[in-house]
């Protein structure tokens, strides 16, 4: 009986000291392609560690990523080689170079000389920028009848997948469309990166300023469906004006002209008259003065 109450106590001990040992946190890891993540496996007390793995789980199997073993040295897989780093002191894996397949769980095992092994688990989510958001439009002409203004949006490079946002300044975008197609999504084989491309029909009866965006990363915003204004009809009147005013100005200026033009002829016929009448009677004058 003795016997058996402290097999059953060794049993439940080891089982204790077991779950004691996996840490049951998921430790939340971000990074972003072309980047780096440390993933440190932290102890609260001070251990002498005898060995540590990182491993991932990949449909259900573990894949060994990189550790350290002082007893011999540890085989690593070619895609892991060069772009992962352990650090013996941090207890840590750095891993560069990330791509959207390096995202998933990743799992850390510390091994002790004689306590049972700890595990401590970590999840890693890996995103990329979207480039600026594209908008096109057609049809968003300057009739207000025209109710057949397509708009479309583009993006490129991002991961995850991620649909397109539309918004317009002061309204509704929902009560502003008339029809919308389904987005269209396009993934490289290699990056793994997607692109996403979106286009709609607007009720084109006022002008509006519509702006796109996917994943955060928004677009210039567009005006559509501009109405024809006063200025319009003012440009071509304005500019018969300017032409029709400096004509009105010379003819009248002509017109003064001519009207002038009499009296400066009658005024020097005059001077001429007076002229030869003053010369006739100095001549007079002084034809009696010789004769006397």
Not at 88 to 98: D, G, I, R, V, W
Not at 172 to 183: I, K, N, R, Y
Request: hydrophobic letters at 40%.
């Amino acid at each position: 009986m003795r016997r058996g109450s402290l097999f059953l106590l060794v049993v439940i001990s080891a089982l204790q000291l077991i779950s004691a040992g996996d840490d049951p946190v998921v430790h939340n890891v971000q990074g972003i392609v072309g980047g780096s993540v440390k993933m440190r496996c932290e102890l609260e007390h001070p251990h002498i560690v005898n060995r540590l793995y990182f491993q991932k789980t990949v449909k259900g199997d573990e894949i060994f990523i990189n550790g350290f073993y002082p007893r011999s040295p540890l085989t690593l897989r070619e895609e892991y080689k060069d772009r992962t780093i352990v650090n013996q002191t941090e207890l840590s894996m750095e891993m560069s170079e990330l791509s959207p397949n390096d995202e998933g769980e990743y799992t850390c095992i510390i091994f002790f000389n004689s306590d049972s092994p700890i595990k401590k688990k970590f999840h890693l989510t890996v995103t990329a920028n979207y480039s600026v958001p594209v908008i096109t439009r057609q049809g968003c002409g300057s009739d207000p009848a025209d109710h057949n203004c397509v708009i479309g949006c583009s993006s490129s490079g991002g991961y995850p997948r991620s649909n397109v946002t539309w918004g317009v300044v002061g309204a509704d975008m929902s009560s502003l469309l008339t029809s919308e197609g389904d987005p269209v999504f396009t993934q490289d084989r290699d990056s793994q990166l997607w692109n996403v491309s979106h286009v709609v029909m607007l009720n084109c009866s006022r002008m509006l300023n519509i702006t796109c965006s996917v994943r955060g990363v928004v677009s210039h915003a567009l005006s559509v469906c501009d109405i024809p204004a006063t200025p319009d009809i003012i440009t071509p009147i304005a500019s018969v004006v300017l032409l029709l005013v400096p004509i009105t100005l010379i003819v009248i200026a002509m017109i003064k002209c001519r009207r002038r033009q009499p009296s400066a002829e009658l005024s020097t016929d005059a001077e001429l008259a007076s002229l030869k009448s003053g010369w006739m009677n100095t001549a007079k004058h002084t034809l009696s003065e010789n004769l006397t």
